[in-house]
T-cell receptor, first 115, second 115 residues
Framework: AQSVTQLDSQVPVFEEAPVELRCNYS??????LFWYVQYPNQGLQLLLK??????LVESINGFEAEFNKSQTSFHLRKPSVHISDTAEYFC?????????????FGGGTRVLVKP | DTAVSQTPKYLVTQMGNDKSIKCEQN?????MYWYKQDSKKFLKIMFS???????INETVPNRFSPKSPDKAHLNLHINSLELGDSAVYFC??????????????FGQGTRLTVV
């Protein structure tokens, strides 16, 4: 069964500093990869996704993630964070072999941006 | 015009009661899901329906019964509530189960507290 590991449960970072959130998944076969963001007391919003093509994917608010098949990783980065980026970030994998498009989530990384 | 809407947003109830959570999506999607987020923020799929047909039942106790009257609705009924059922329950939908259709859109969540 697929598993997703987010190595850092919390990442404190100062405003305008860079941040990297690490995500590793267990299966090396065909997968789709996602990063979702959850702001306090809200639902999950898709931040970015990798389905195929270029291994570097970007979001409209400055985040980017790189799919690395050999390392089974999909790390999320932002070169300069804002206070508004304070949230919980979830990496998720959809295993193309599995029926039903199940998303398997990592445990989440809480990003706390300090002024 | 919320894309995926759940009601209620908060639900506090006593052990042993039966309760329902409703979910509706206006995106025209074929696939709907229920996910559970526990107190440690861990997200796990419970059920998935495609065109009203159950396709994923992730070893959820029989006390949980999903019902999909049509493609746009997926309700969750819980019998004999237990303390351990306290969690945030998220409804989600996607266009389908393959390719770019795998992107899931989430509702705002229902915070269930069993006392």
């Amino acid at each position: 069964a697929q598993s997703v590991t987010q190595l850092d449960s919390q990442v404190p970072v100062f405003e305008e500093a860079p941040v990297e959130l690490r995500c590793n998944y267990s299966s090396s076969v065909s997968v789709y990869l996602f990063w979702y963001v959850q702001y306090p007391n809200q639902g999950l919003q898709l931040l970015l996704k990798y389905l195929s093509g270029s291994t570097l994917v970007e979001s409209i608010n400055g985040f980017e993630a790189e799919f690395n098949k050999s390392q089974t990783s999909f790390h999320l980065r932002k070169p300069s964070v804002h206070i508004s980026d304070t949230a919980e970030y979830f990496c998720a994998v959809s295993d193309l072999r599995a029926a039903g498009n199940k998303l398997t989530f990592g445990g989440g990384t809480r990003v706390l941006v300090k002024p | 015009d919320t894309a995926v809407s759940q009601t209620p947003k908060y639900l506090v109830t006593q052990m042993g009661n039966d309760k329902s959570i409703k979910c509706e999506q206006n995106l025209g999607h074929d696939t709907m899901y229920w996910y559970k987020q526990d107190s440690k923020k861990f997200l796990k799929i419970m059920f998935s329906y495609n065109n009203k047909e159950l396709i994923i039942n992730e070893t959820v106790p029989n006390r949980f019964s999903p019902k999909s009257p049509d493609k746009a609705h997926l309700n969750l009924h819980i019998n004999s509530l237990e303390l351990g059922d306290s969690a945030v329950y998220f409804c989600a939908s996607s266009r389908g189960t393959g390719g770019a259709a795998t992107e899931a859109f989430f509702g705002q969540g229902t915070r269930l507290t069993v006392v």
